[in-house]
């Protein structure tokens, strides 16, 4: 018995130093034959470190969890950016005509009708519909800023800096801000606006003052007279000026999507007004269409006033 004690001790001391195995120990106590207790040590096998799994070094887990952190962050501000169709295909349609425009207008047509405008402003000594129009687009801006800044709480962009664009730049600097801007349909009240949307934007002597200035366009440029006279020969000119010169076409166009963006945020400034049942909202944003410019000052002037 004590042969075959010597003989296991000596195996698994052996086994003990066998590479990939470090020795843990536990003690046990067996009977010699003469029903003695002797004391022998049993090695227990445990997995070598070197064969566990091991998982990633904590700096590369922290600059992989950098890197996530600082890609979101980019993508953060671009992630919730929505396109509107509509608003998108003008402003792409109104630069490609442009420039299309500009490429194939006999040289220094534009250049022309410019420089009687440096001279002149209210008499340019050119077409009175185009000089209408012309003039019309430095004014629309302010309309179209009295429909526009009441939603613009919320928006992604700022609306100012495009608003301001606009009066010279037209639906090319609006543009953008139009094609992301996203519809705010809720009621209302003053106290949520800015100082000066609530002052004078929302401002019903500014308002009446803005239609007369605007409603004045059409008089000062010599339209009405022009129109009374010989309607014929008005629109005969007007048409050769837009065929020769890209200013006049390129002009013609913005002012008629400046038109269609003005109507078409009508029934949701209505809605902010508590007006959103039945046709009402969209006969009124189309009966502006009739007279372009005068249309949009005029609804601004007799639109219900936000609650207090």
Known sequence: ????????????????????????????????????????????????SSLQPKSLHPTILKSKDNDVAESDAQLGFWSDVSINPPYAVAFVTFLAFAFYRSFTEPDGAST??????FAD?????????????????????????????????????????????SMLGGYGFLGPYMMTRKPSLEIANKSELGWFTTNVLENKIVNWTVLAVISSAYVSSGFINALLDDSNKLLSGYGE???????????TMDFFILTLVAASLIPEDLARRGVKEGAAPYTIAASTVLLPGVGAALYCALRPELEE
């Open 112 to 117: 022309k009708v410019l420089e009687g405008f």
């Open 241 to 251: 000026l837009f065929a020769n010169t890209a200013i006049a076409s390129a002009s």
């Open 121 to 165: 402003p209210l008499n340019p000594g050119c077409n009175e519909l185009f000089v209408t129009i012309f003039n019309l687009l430095g004014l629309y801006f302010v309309p179209i800023s009295c429909l526009v800044m009441p939603g613009a709480k919320g928006q992604k962009f700022p609306a100012t800096p495009f608003l301001l664009g």
């Open 1 to 48: 018995m004590k042969i075959f004690s010597t003989l296991f001790l000596l195996s698994a001391v052996s086994f003990d130093t066998a590479t990939g195995f470090a020795p843990g120990h536990s003690k046990q106590f067996a009977k010699s034959g003469s029903g003695v207790g002797t004391e022998i040590t049993i090695p227990l096998l445990t997995v070598s």
